[in-house]
């Protein structure tokens, strides 16, 4: 028989490989993506904290970024970052101590 084409198998395998490919890549850009959301998070809760201490040496209410809140006692802030990846959550307190997850 003389065919000019693929075989059902040979389209199979390519695309199989194809998306053996996406996946991995996937993967690998949603780590990436999380990684930036954590030091998003970090950032805007270090603005945030350092905005509310602007304020108070001001004697001024704090103007908390989107995202962020503060505890009652300005001593902390804890802000979140949400994206295709899924969302990080970052609180900083006073001495520099920042708990992420």
Do not use: W
């Not at 490989?17 to 780590?31: M, P, Y």
């Not at 270090?46 to 001024?60: D, F, K, Q, S, W």
């Amino acid at each position: 028989m003389n065919s000019k084409g693929f075989s059902i198998i040979e389209l199979l395998v390519v695309i199989f490989i194809i998306t053996l490919l996406t996946s991995i890549g996937f993967i690998s850009i949603s780590k990436y993506l999380k990684n930036s959301y954590r030091a998003t998070a970090m950032s805007n809760a270090r603005n945030c904290l350092t905005i509310v201490h602007a304020a108070l040496l001001e004697n001024e209410t704090p103007n908390v970024p989107q995202n962020c809140q503060i505890n009652n006692d300005f001593t902390s802030c804890t802000c979140t970052v949400e994206g295709f990846a899924g969302s990080v959550t970052c609180t900083l307190e006073e001495g520099g101590i920042v708990e992420c997850n």
